[in-house]
């Protein structure tokens, strides 16, 4: 029997959780910024140990806090990726708040860390970054060449289905 | 007419809104379908994805549970913005699900363009702010940058004005003893002594700071020969005892029994415990300065030696020892008034020290004495080579000087006149040109900056003009021009202060020898066992063939082609062995050496410039023979 999981996309504005979902669905990249109103649904099939898993995908408009946006948008979410701009500071500068927020909410959802953007640092900038941040297991993503993104959703189902 | 409010509001959005009802199991119940259609057959969950990720919220709503989503960009069935509502009802006991959708797309533009507003205003500013920061940040390390720079500035004009100051006592001296020469030359003999001592402190200063310049630039090089150290070690007390005997202070030494004998840089490590007891030296009134040299095991190759240096002198306060390494520093002030001194030495010996792959330790207290010490491992070397003194005959050589600064024209002149010569002597280069006009000469000593014409700019004329007569240069420095000067043979040079050892070898490796050219084919005889046909077959070969290879050794070496210059000298040592001149045999084996070694330096020009018509010589009397 096939297992659908919904996964809620959350973090600031203009952090690229759109350009994640289209690089990870469609594979494809659009430099141009267009806000996300509300909430915008996408799905993906993936093969997750010889079964099949839908990933119901939630790409919810970008808040600066967690807690301003509708509770009926992260009911029943089996998934959490939380995603900031490397590139800004104010993206990451509440992380720890956001998500102690979201784990209160969901408390049964595997959340990953997402550092979105990383074509645009160098890998001595991202490491200064990452370790400011003091906060483990942060992968660093870029929807614009695609690099980690596949890992990290494949690695969000991986933990749904623990 | 009547007016029905009712109908007219419901008429206005009826198609802009859906009610649908359906169990929490999926199944469809009923619906008006005016913005999607719904398939009664399957179930909501199959037919909306929407749904379906709500499934297990939907299943678990009480009864009056009521869920709103604002803003959904829906694509299923219809496209568009979409305000959801979910309601939990109990219908006569069956549990159902009012969903209300409420299309807003028209006011999708609208939403857009506030949230993307607000959302591009924001970024922008932070994006702004960060560049700001940026640019506090540059402005603060500009600011450094400048503080570095000042302070660099201010470091170089402390250190020239000691420098300066260090330079002009001597220079004050020597220009004092030079005027006093002029005066009166019968004194020159008289204040000679003083002079050269004088010069000598000058030169160490200069030398200090070149060395400095050095380590700082990283250029230094360390060479690998073989020496005593005993030897080495007595060599530099020596040279220190009659300071320790004027000031009346004991110097003390103390080695391991027998020589001991090592490969590093001796100028070096000289330089490093000249550096050290004479700052010792310097800072002991009373009482001894020692030099003491250990190792642990004699047998352990590379071995570790510990030099200790140690003196009864004034001490350090420890507080201050780490700044007294620093380049021009001294404990105190005063230090410098006191005792004098650029306090590079110091500074000069501790770097080497590091570049030798150690560190110097310096335990000091006010008033104590200092002891500073090292560790080395250096590997062990084989008996020292003495170069052999040069027996320099001049006697009858017609020889020039052209010199203009009186020191070292007298130095030059006590060389020739020991080994014989009568130099003809001039001080300016008209006067130089003017000599070289008027009589031939052997060879020609000269200041490469000889006042009024310079004496490379002699030296091209001379060549220009096919007269192949040996130069000796003298400069101050590593000639510049050597680039230039490669094109040509038969020159060297001499740096001041002028070593009269090496300034005699250079004389005699100019000068032209009397190259022996008589042929003994004694040994190709036995070696064919007098079969004379034969013998005469292998001439005609060495006839026919050298002088080709010499040409091509010529050619190679005029490229600068180290690696041909090899492969010839090496075809032709049989053809040179069988002429059995034992001296023309030796020079071929000195020249193969050094196109193996890749030296091509002036020194191989020079001889090659000899070989080859001392070559074509033995070959002619070759030619005789077998005629």
């Known amino acids: 029997m096939p297992i659908s999981k919904k996964v809620i996309l959350v973090g600031h504005f203009g952090v690229g959780k759109t350009s994640l979902i289209k690089r990870f669905v469609h594979q494809k990249f659009s430099d141009d910024y267009l806000t996300t109103i509300g909430v915008k649904i996408d799905k993906k099939v993936l093969n997750v140990d010889s079964a099949e898993l839908t990933l119901i995908i939630w790409d919810i408009a970008g808040e600066t806090n967690q807690s301003k946006i509708p509770k009926s948008y992260q009911l029943g979410a089996h998934g959490v990726l939380y995603v900031f701009d490397i590139t800004r500071p104010s993206t990451y500068d509440n992380l720890h708040e956001q998500l102690n927020y979201l784990r209160s909410i969901l408390p049964m959802a595997p959340i990953e860390v997402i550092a979105n953007k990383k074509d645009l640092l160098s890998a001595e900038e991202q490491e200064q970054v990452l370790e400011g941040i003091r906060h483990t297991g942060i992968h660093a993503t870029s929807a614009k060449t695609g690099e980690n993104v596949e890992m990290i959703f494949e690695k969000l189902a991986g933990a749904m289905l623990a | 007419m009547k007016l029905d409010i009712d109908q007219i509001k419901l008429n206005s959005f009826r198609d802009q809104a859906q009610v649908t009802f359906f169990e929490p199991g999926g199944a469809l119940v009923d619906s008006c379908h005016s913005l999607v259609i719904i398939d009664a057959e399957e179930s909501l969950y199959e037919q909306f994805v929407f749904l379906e990720s709500l499934k297990e919220v939907f299943i678990t709503m009480e009864v009056g549970d009521e869920h709103d989503f604002p803003a959904v960009e829906w694509d299923e069935g219809a496209q568009g913005?979409?305000?959801?509502?979910?309601k939990r009802l109990d219908h006569d006991g069956q549990p159902l699900i009012q969903w209300t959708m409420i299309d807003k797309t028209q006011d999708y533009e609208q939403l857009l363009n506030l949230q993307q507003g607000r959302n591009d205003k924001a970024i922008g500013e932070e994006f702004a702010l960060i560049q700001k920061r940026m640019a506090e940040v540059e402005h603060e390390l500009l600011s450094y940058q400048n503080e570095e720079l000042m302070r660099i500035q201010q470091f170089k004009s402390d250190f020239f004005a000691q420098v300066s100051?260090?330079?002009?006592?001597?220079?004050?001296?020597?220009s004092g003893l030079v005027s006093l020469v002029l005066e009166d030359e019968e004194?020159?003999?008289?204040?000679?002594?003083?002079?050269?001592?004088?010069?000598?402190h000058l030169n160490a200063i200069i030398n200090d700071?070149?060395?400095?310049s050095k380590i700082d630039a990283g250029k230094l090089s360390f060479e690998s020969i073989d020496f005593d150290l005993v030897e080495l070690s007595h060599s530099i007390i020596k040279g220190l005892e009659f300071s320790a005997l004027e000031k009346g202070i004991s110097l003390n030494l103390a080695l391991p029994e027998g020589p001991l004998l090592v490969k590093a840089d001796p100028t070096r490590l000289a330089q490093v415990l000249y550096n050290l007891l004479g700052n010792s030296m310097k800072f002991t009134e009373k009482g001894y300065v020692s030099l003491s040299?250990?190792?642990a095991a004699s047998a352990v190759d590379p071995q570790k030696l510990l030099f200790e240096i140690e003196d009864t002198g004034i001490g350090i306060d420890p507080d201050k020892i780490a700044s007294l390494v620093q380049p021009y520093?001294?404990?105190e002030d005063k230090t410098a008034r006191l005792y004098g001194g650029t306090g590079l030495g110091l500074h000069i010996a501790l770097k080497l020290v590091e570049?030798?792959?150690?560190?110097?330790?310096?335990?000091?207290?006010?008033?104590?004495?200092t002891k500073m010490s090292f560790e080395l491992e250096l590997q062990k070397g084989a008996h020292p080579q003495h170069t052999e003194e040069v027996a320099l005959n001049l006697e009858g050589r017609q020889i020039l000087v052209a010199e203009d600064d009186l020191l070292n024209r007298k130095i030059v002149q006590e060389i020739l006149s020991k080994a014989g010569a009568k130099p003809v002597v001039v001080d300016d280069g008209l006067s130089l040109?003017?000599?070289?006009?008027e009589s031939d000469f052997e060879l020609l000593v000269t200041d490469i900056n000889i006042p009024g014409k310079t004496g490379y700019e002699v030296f091209k004329a001379l060549r220009n003009r096919g007269n192949e007569m040996p130069v000796l240069f003298i400069s101050g420095s590593e000639l510049e021009l050597i680039k230039e000067l490669k094109a040509y043979t038969h020159w060297d040079f001499a740096i001041k202060p002028l070593n009269i050892h090496d300034v005699r070898k250079k004389i005699s490796d100019l000068l032209p020898k009397a190259y022996p050219t008589e042929v003994n084919m004694q040994s190709l005889l036995d070696m064919i066992a007098g079969d004379t046909a034969f013998f005469n077959d292998l001439v005609q070969t060495i006839l026919d063939t050298l002088p080709q290879e010499m040409e091509k050794l010529m050619n190679s070496a005029k490229e600068a082609d180290a690696v041909a210059c090899t492969k010839v000298l090496h075809k032709i040592r049989p053809s040179i062995d069988y002429m059995g001149i034992p001296e023309l045999t030796k020079e071929r084996h000195w020249l193969h050496a050094q196109a193996e070694a890749g030296k091509l330096d002036n020194h191989f020009h020079n001889r090659l410039a000899d070989f080859d018509p001392w070559v074509k010589q033995a070959l002619q009397k070759l030619a005789k023979e077998l005629s």
């Open chain 2, 329 to 331: 520093q001294q404990a």
């Open chain 2, 209 to 212: 700071i070149l060395d400095l």
């Open chain 2, 293 to 295: 040299v250990s190792t």
């Open chain 2, 81 to 86: 913005l979409y305000h959801l509502k979910f």
């Open chain 2, 187 to 200: 004194k020159a003999e008289e204040y000679l002594p003083a002079l050269k001592a004088t010069s000598r």
């Open chain 2, 165 to 174: 100051h260090e330079m002009r006592t001597p220079l004050n001296s020597i």
């Open chain 2, 355 to 369: 570049a030798m792959g150690s560190q110097l330790e310096i335990r000091s207290a006010l008033g104590q004495g």
């Open chain 2, 433 to 437: 040109e003017k000599a070289l006009n």
